[in-house]
């Protein structure tokens, strides 16, 4: 019989470390440490958009209060008197996310709920690919088509208080609701597809309907995952730049009517940087303090939808 | 037996739940219709409006403040080259860090846990963020290197970065462990049961998953609205130091022009931008399709 007494160092001679294993294993070392490295430098980037934002945003606020950021109504910080009333830009923001989320959250989860529960392999296989087409159409051609076709075809016509000119929230609002309804509908189908066949098929036994089971089943059963696509729905709905930036027009106000023009925090972004601001000056700086604003917002979105989605894995998996 | 049940219970299924599933059935289908009838709209209404501009001068002359003479050329290169060096940076760090998580990480270290929660809150930030950070960082700043090809190519890097780790750890997941096994109990070590054994067989996910953030790189426009690329480039790109232009930010460009002679070209070189990346999803789709029978 053959030793296997391998412990202690008194391996057989075969599978003592010769110079050939020795370099390889000298390689794979080399290899973990480079590409662990490539991972480590993840947060490097993380730490670098920290920095890049808070320091010029620090030297914002030595020049502007925050009394006046947040305590006047006015947005107008590369004219001539400069004004930073923040609440026109947020309240662009919240229209366009608002609006974007009454499109994208009814009709996201019912592609879901037909994908998951309705269509069968084939269909599924035919509209699956249609969707992220859509889901990876360009934002400045989503813009174009908001500007071009949605304000005059759609809002100017069927949008009934005031009058809409060219640039419209509602119409921006709207783009980014169907541009998002893919991603509320991938992530909320992959919720709800994961829920056990078991308890649905518990549902037909007791004589529920297919609604009945989709509604009054796989939803519960699927809720964590679902709140957690509607919020990463709300994170890409207020850091969208160029489909606003087109379509919302370039002027802040505080309106109570949707279908006027606005500016929201990531289409000013977009705008102050088409006019090149001198470097250190304040309207250059001011892209740094609403910038750390809506990379703050994001994150703590982005975190409560990381947090609801381990959740639903851990009851399933 | 079944004629002894009632017609009631024997569909199970009173006249007023038969109705409620009719109508949240129609509420589905229209789901549906809005995300694919918008689609649909948007192909027609780009493809009517452009299509008196989709000829070979769109694509030989460039751009121009004169509606009838301008045309791409510099933003096809540009978007080329960006794109281009993009793909160089972005899939080899990405591929590399998906296989230090995926295959040599250990789960319970805090410092892996960490690197896992930033990625995926990475993939979540505001592409225009990114555009913030190249232009205090790459364009000004420490690295100083202007509004040339290698700034938005490093924004770009930056923002497809983490896709491309996800598609490509997701890939790597998908590769059955028995094969790992098999090649460790074979006394390879770790890199080399991953590089002849889980690479080839990760190989299209890995690939599917470029294309995509590739094509994501292609047609993104926000971020680099800040590196201010918005002026006429007419002139081809000719190294990673020159001044550029892409097709995202050109249409922009043309968009924004107050005359309407303009509108055409900005429609015709969306339908040039959507033919190539339609041309990359399906390359990507055909290649996961034709993966996944083979499981």
């Not at chain 1, 250190?280 to 994150?299: D, E, K, M, P, Q």
């Not at chain 2, 100083?144 to 497809?160: K, N």
């Not at chain 2, 460790?184 to 991953?194: C, H, M, P, S």
């Amino acid at each position: 019989m053959v030793s296997t007494s391998s412990v202690g160092g008194v391996a057989p001679v075969g599978l003592r470390a010769t110079g050939a294993t020795r370099r390889r294993l000298l390689v794979q070392r080399l290899v973990r440490a480079l590409f662990g490295m490539a991972a480590a430098l993840t947060v490097g980037i993380t730490v670098l958009i920290v920095v890049s934002l808070v320091l010029p945003a620090i030297q914002f606020f030595q020049e502007v209060s925050l009394g006046e950021f947040f305590g006047s109504t006015t947005w107008a910080p590369l004219f001539k008197p400069a004004r930073f009333g923040v609440w026109p830009i947020v309240a662009g923001t919240v229209w366009v996310m608002v609006i974007s989320l009454l499109v994208s959250i009814p009709f996201g989860l019912g592609v879901a709920v037909y994908l998951s529960e309705y269509a069968n392999r084939r269909v599924r296989a035919i509209i699956k690919p249609i969707l992220e087409i859509l889901a990876g159409i360009p934002t400045v051609v989503l813009g174009f088509f908001a500007l071009f076709f949605v304000t005059p075809e759609l809002v100017a016509r069927f949008w009934p208080v005031g009058n809409v000119s060219t640039f419209s929230g509602l119409s921006a609002g709207i783009v980014v609701g169907v541009m998002i309804i893919p991603t509320v509908a991938s992530l909320a189908e992959d919720a709800m597809t994961s829920v056990p066949r078991g308890l649905r098929e518990g549902g037909y036994a007791l004589g529920a309907t297919r609604r009945e089971v989709a509604t009054s089943i796989v939803f519960p059963a699927a809720l964590s995952g679902i709140v957690a696509a509607i919020v990463l729905a709300g994170s890409r709905a207020i850091g969208e730049t160029t489909i606003v930036l087109i379509a919302a027009g370039s002027k802040p106000s505080l309106t109570w009517n949707p279908a006027e023009q606005m500016q929201s925090m990531a289409s000013f972004i977009g705008f102050a940087g088409i006019g090149d601001q001198s470097t250190g000056s304040t309207g250059y700086l001011t892209i740094f303090a609403v910038g750390l604003f809506l990379f703050a917002i994001t994150l703590v979105l982005n975190v409560i939808s990381i947090r609801a989605v381990r959740r639903f894995r851990q009851v399933y998996e | 037996m079944n004629d002894v049940v009632p017609p009631d219970l024997r569909t199970g299924v009173s006249f007023r739940r038969r109705v409620v599933s009719a109508v949240f059935r129609v509420f589905l289908w229209i789901s549906l219709g809005v995300a694919l009838g918008t689609l649909a709209a948007l192909l027609i209404d780009i493809g009517t409006e452009g299509w008196s501009r989709l000829n070979w001068d769109l694509i030989k002359n460039m751009p121009s403040a004169r509606p009838r003479r301008a045309g791409i050329q510099s933003a096809i290169l540009g978007s080329l080259w960006v794109v281009g060096t993009t793909a160089l940076i972005s899939l080899p760090l990405g591929i590399a860090a998906a296989i230090y998580l995926e295959e040599f990480a250990a789960r319970d270290r805090w410092y892996n846990r960490l690197i896992e929660l930033n990625i995926q809150n990475l993939a979540s930030v505001p592409s225009v963020v990114y555009g913030i950070l190249g232009l205090a960082f790459i364009a000004r700043g420490p690295l100083d290197l202007g509004f040339t090809v290698i700034t938005a190519a490093l924004i770009l890097t930056l923002v497809v970065l983490p896709t491309v780790v996800i598609a490509s750890r997701e890939a790597l997941r998908a590769v059955p462990s028995s094969l790992r096994q098999g090649s460790l109990a074979l006394g390879a070590t770790e890199w080399q049961t991953v590089y002849r054994q889980v690479l080839p067989a990760a190989v299209p996910g890995i690939a599917t998953g470029s294309i995509l953030s590739t094509s994501r790189a292609l047609g993104e426009s926000a971020p680099l609205l800040l590196t201010g690329a918005l002026t006429f480039v007419t002139f081809n790109p000719e190294g990673f130091t020159s001044p550029y232009t892409v097709l995202p930010l050109q249409i922009f460009r043309y968009i924004s022009e107050a005359r309407t002679e303009f509108r055409p070209l900005a429609a015709a070189a969306s339908v040039v931008l959507l033919v190539v990346l339609l041309l990359m999803n399906s390359a990507a789709i055909g290649i996961r399709n034709r993966f996944e029978k083979k499981l």
